[in-house]
């Protein structure tokens, strides 16, 4: 189980945070903050019907982070944390999780807000945020609404029915 | 930015689910399903302050994912949809992303609800997860949440004040 798994970015996200230092640590501390998600020409025929959703997730590589501590002492905190109970970027795989807005896309860029993201990050997945799966907030979910709408109709008839 | 990027599993997911095809597609079609999240020993110390959760973010590596389309047509529909707009698990990185409710933690072990992830899947990530970042839902967020209040307090006062 220690074999190692390899990945490819499929783009690059640009924000107005060059620097670590002066980067919110989450998309709520990142209101507003408007920044664009390069796809690479070879993905975007990937991107069709992505412009229903209102958010979306973005998976992506912290490539500024070096190393790891299990016990961190977290931004919103004064005591040592288990690191997979915080957010830190530096984790054994720096892998980052933003819900980010999505304004609109042209072309292959997508305009999102929130972002709490360095520039020049590495963009490993995108996917369409569905309340269901991730939690609840005020979204759209393009196509999927009315499958989700019959989903929850088919949930209320189980449990009181 | 074509560059490689290799990650390690840090452990490994055990559920009832041992052929794709009778895997659910989303946590919330598994409701109510028992797994566990076997962590590595040398990664134990991270674990600390988990427990304070009561719904945390997997990160896992689609093991039986082979290869992609840029268009699929979705579990929840009938018609060929831009794969980024989906959740389906061949992907160009294969990253899957549930999140589940935890039940407890025995030493290296993470008890978890609404599992629907493939028995064997290799564990990359696991992250708090805090309605704030990444949704709202029925959630407790363990040494988060005072900090969560006053972060709310701070947004009502820039809001209202």
Chains 1, 2 share one sequence.
Do not use: C
């Amino acid at each position: 189980m220690s074999r190692k798994i390899t990945y490819t970015p499929i783009g690059i996200i640009r924000s107005p945070f060059v620097k670590p230092q002066g980067t919110p640590i989450q998309p709520a501390y990142a209101a507003g903050v408007s920044g664009t998600v390069e796809v690479f020409e070879k993905y975007r025929a990937g991107l069709k019907d992505l412009d229903g959703f209102s958010h979306i997730v973005l998976l992506y590589h912290f490539h500024r982070s070096r190393g790891f501590n299990l016990r961190v002492i977290p931004f919103m905190d004064t005591r040592p944390r288990g690191l997979f109970a915080t957010r830190a970027p530096k984790r054994p795989n720096p892998i980052g999780l933003s819900v980010v807005r999505l304004d609109g896309i042209e072309n292959r860029i997508l305009h999102v807000r929130n972002v709490d993201i360095l520039d020049g990050t590495p963009l490993l997945d995108i996917k369409p945020y569905v309340p269901e799966f991730d939690g609840d907030a005020d979204v759209r979910t393009g196509w999927l609404e009315k499958a989700r709408k019959s989903v929850r109709r088919r949930k209320a008839d189980t449990r009181f029915g």
